[in-house]
């Protein structure tokens, strides 16, 4: 967690402070500005209105001083430009590195199985592909390709071979993620989990040191490979934002617009994130409606376009590595040639109340059992409890065909329509000899057995991935759910699907089918319902809408499905709604305690400012300093005694007039660097925070003025304010804290709503949500 | 402009400050409300915040109540829904608005033309396609379909037939707008122009009563249709999004919870400006981030979905209606074959340069004769004008094919790739006799003579719709301009297209073409140029990014050409950007004096609140009210004498400490109230801001108390405040006014930075403009 906290250390050289009061001109006693002040401490909450405004007198410096010299004005057109060169390298990188993880991630899924003989760096894909021997039906078999089996004993079939094989897979199993657990544990404890509730959490403006540091991103993205490839039940598509954001990160520090202000930062990470799903998914686009809708807080305008941006030379970069070997952008692509029937809809809304039962079930089970490995002993053997859940799921998952292999290619399985070419046990249909093969459109037929061996795996399958994934998500790995979820979807869909094709053709005189599907017709696919189940399983956990059906269009490519989609995502919306707004994300956030303050959340009680305000009736008096009558003594005892993030300064504490704001960090190293740097400054030193301090006889000792610190633009609100507006407030200015005034009496009250060492945001709505 | 006002006047049941202020126990003298305390005066900005508020105290009311009884239960089940079925009217109705344009203006246009005469309603294709003696080569001539000389005087050809029709093409075209025109003038003058200029001054908050009327909404539908079937160099876009907006707001009178909430209502209206994008185009997201980007000022994520939603419901609706006859749902369906490459991306550009540069001539033009219209005897001629422009138009149109049609055709035609079954003049090439002929995969060829014609007659269209349609946008007729910018940028593209393409034939071994372009392949596609020109002038005029690029982007439904199409946007941007930053729409906002305050917009000035606030220095003193002192006289005086929108409420005039703010327009009402039914209400009686009045003796006149219309939250900030962060609250919080404190001193002064007759936000940046 080193590399963040070193990339920042050099923050030091702007005193926004200064620059916001406009009081540059009172640079009376040091020459230098002080170190340090108006970064943030680690686990502390920015102030997004401070970071805008450093950044205008940033931007107001550079316009000025471009019309001084042409050198000057090169130097400004790059600073204007230096968005778009970030944009373009967070694009290339993550590009390149989500197709490098993919490469990996396959060639190592498959190293569970067997090897490659003719290279053992290639997958079993690209190994038969090499082949000239494979015939197109026995495409997955080629003599080049070797189970573990067959090259150590020389036999292919037989208990034997099926047993090494297993114990084997097992073993690689264990390896993988015994690997992967310990890299994170050793190196970069960040690197576990999805990484998608703390990226929220930093976009709102909380500093997490580290978190998207370069150590993490290594880690995270060897570990990802690793952790995907064990077969746990988990994704990559989470991580990968993560991966992307810390991409960002990275190249912030490039340029000084970006490093030196944590709000520019943040709207880099926003861009960084929409480039991560768009890689993930191969849907630019939904990538940066993800990132609008789910990830990020503040979201102008200026960085959807760059977002986009960087989203697309993503993509780009991801298609020109080609990790799928078919030149397609997207991760499940999928081509349908029937149209969808109006009494589809019916089991498309039913599949969207199972996404969205599986939604809640998810949450509160995993909710549930991440607060057990918090508190109980459980938390304290993370390697040993990945060990666990990775040989369960080995041992589980082989003998099933379904959960053998990985969960992409399952998905993708489940996604397709049997075409006439198709050689799965799921199109194992029985074919009408007396008539011709058209290649697409192939009327509805009955199930063969191989349908039937399927249906029954797949919902051995379907109880099998609900119950590990609740148990594998938040372990200390890279995971992300996507998949997962996804998955579970997709089994349901395809059996419900399979289910109603059935039905259809052995009753076509049914009344709900009479009107749209005629024998001999093909009116139902069954990988429609996979997809229909995917969208609204992913919905249910976590809670996205737009984005979601956006992500599922940019994969189908034709507007012709969005409505099944959009009836399930809304569906199982709703259903997971009525029992908790809240999705897994926001879910995690609770429970690790960060401080987010939901944009979505509705505020609804009936409380003023003056219900909420800190101190209470029987508190002790507010901690305020005074402008000219606090000695440096009273100062660092004040900031020994409390823990509050800053302190209101006052006219005196008969009058307790406003006079500003003054951070309790900025004061500190104020105090440190004058004791350190100016003569005469000693505990008995008057602090002044007016605009001049008065002449003083010789013998009493040097003030120190600190005037610079003070901002004197603190956000105040009036006693009978009501708290929705306050929260409003809070939510789209980025406030850190809130004054609040009542000026009906005689003098003029003044207290700060919250102020304790946990950043104001958790804290503030922690009391409204006592009340 | 009365219905509207008429829906709107029963929007008087709510006090709103009364429940924001926590006083509703202080209802002593009137047992009714104050008729319209809560609502807004026509051309005044509402004040979001107040809106929020007034919702949330409703929804907590619908809430509690909802625990009572079953039937309050539905009730508020009810009102939850009323959202989404406020989105599903809005569909259904623009969706079908479009439809019936789209089928009028296609019989309309040909009407001009010719007649069917099997069926008169039928348009020219219709007609044709109805007919069964047409082949495929002559599908565009069948004997149903006559021109007007033909079935005047029997000839079709000659010298006389060519004059008969041209002179009944000038004559139909005239009818047309001068119907346009006269029945705007006389019934709806609101219904002129595109509306998106009005829309977002609206959707940021300015009340326009009668914009998004009943009777607006006929008459715009109608002489949409009328002004696109007279063959002005016009598009049905822009208007359609108005359309959709006043359908948004029919729907909101239906639900109390819209039509008595400002703020509400200017979500229901977003999401209908995505979905009149969504049937202007056929694209349901391009619409949706449009109304994010373009259009919208205050865009929560909830209206997110529910603009997708509603988007998507018009979008199906036109699609059944199906007026293209096509089954497609986009109004421009390309289907290219060929890839691009990277060298073509330097005519690309160059188109984005072309783009940026027409951008700017064309609004530096048009607001320029705009102005002149405002400011000359012109303005008073609106019929006459556009009689004059239509004229011309049709006179100049007629001898040439490529501006003769309607415009979306002639848009349609050149971004047509050239099939080896197109047999316009644009796809006159000389083929190779010894080639076999594939369907899709034509190599590149010489160019025919029809190809070289098609090239002059389309220079000099380009050069007539560059000039005519400076003069037609912002007549007295609906008029939109995505269609005409579109054409402009189409032409050149397909010029430049084409012009590459015989380069690229002729020249295969110059060092720029050798890479890419071998003898015998396809590679160069001019229609793609033509999509890109047409993006690239789109972007310049209106300045639009991301929604462009989406809208684009489903209109071809591939990735792969999304690189050309954003390389020439982000150019046409950028070139534009650097001769002004203002799109066509913004501009029009400023030409028109509309209060809008534009979120894009960097504040770079560096100025605090205590420099923009009013008084200054040598102004009259503020004009305040005293809690306790102020006579209903003096209250009427200070109302007759001043136009403020509101008065600061403070102690006494020696204290000038702030105690709230009321509204001008509620404490006009409030007293007009008060002496019609309180009784003893008489001039000197002394109105009460305090919680309570004293007990007077007998004699005294009977107190007005008034804390009730009290906002005891008014919104304040320090006078060191700087005014970029001023601006931002003003917009993030959509406030009305602000007061500016200053507590450093021993009163407290008040401010209120502008508070004139028009509304706040103007002449606030008015203020920091003079600067």
Redesign the interface.
Known sequence: SSSMRSSLAGVSGATPTEE???AGNLMDFLDEPFPDVGTYEDFHTIDW?RE??RD??R??KI?SKSKESIWELIKSLLDAWSGWVVMLLIGLLSGTLAGVIDLAVDWMTDLKEGVCLSAFWYSHEQCCWTSNETTFDDRDKCPQWQKWAELMTGHAEGAGAYVLNYFLYILWALLFSFLAVSLVRVFAPYACGSGIPEIKTILSGFIIRGYLGKWTLLIKTVTLVLAVSSGLSLGKEGPLVHVACCCGNLFCSLFSKYSKNEGKRREVLSAAAAAGVSVAFGA??GG?LFS??EVSYYF???T??RS??AA?VA??TLRSINPFGNSR?VLFYVEYHTPWYMAELVPFILLGVFGGLWGTLFIRANIAWCRRRKTTQLGKYPVLEVIAVTGITAVLAYPNPYTRRSTSELISELFNDCGALESSQLCDYINNPNMSRPVDDIPDRPAGPGVYTALWQLALALIFKIVITIFTFGMKIPSGLFIPSMAVGAIAGRIVGIAVEQMAYHHHDWIIFKNWCRPGADCVTPGLYAMVGAAACLGGVTRM??SL??IM??LT???EY??PL?AAA?TSKWVADAFGKEGIYESHIQLNGYPYLD??D???H?T??TDVMRPRRNDPPLAVLTQDSTTVEDVETLIKDTDYNGFPVV?SRESE????FVQRRDLTLAIKNARQKQDGVVSSSVVYFTEDAPQLPASNPQPLKLRRILN???F???D???M??VV??FR??GLRQCLV?R??GFT?MIRHIVGSETPILSKHTGIVAMK
């Open positions: 916001m009061n406009g209105l805008k405004s205008t007198d931007h107001r316009t630019p686009i940066v609008l809708e102008p305008l200026k959807l376009w986009f941006f697309l993509a780009f952008l809408t737009v059906v956006v269009f940019e490519g034709g507007l969005i409505v959009m809304v944009v979505r509705e505020f609804t009936r003023l400012a006219v007039r406003l006079i500003g004197l633009s603190p105040t609100v009036t009978h304010t009501p929705e507006t409003d407030i789209k200015l005034t000026s009906g003029l």
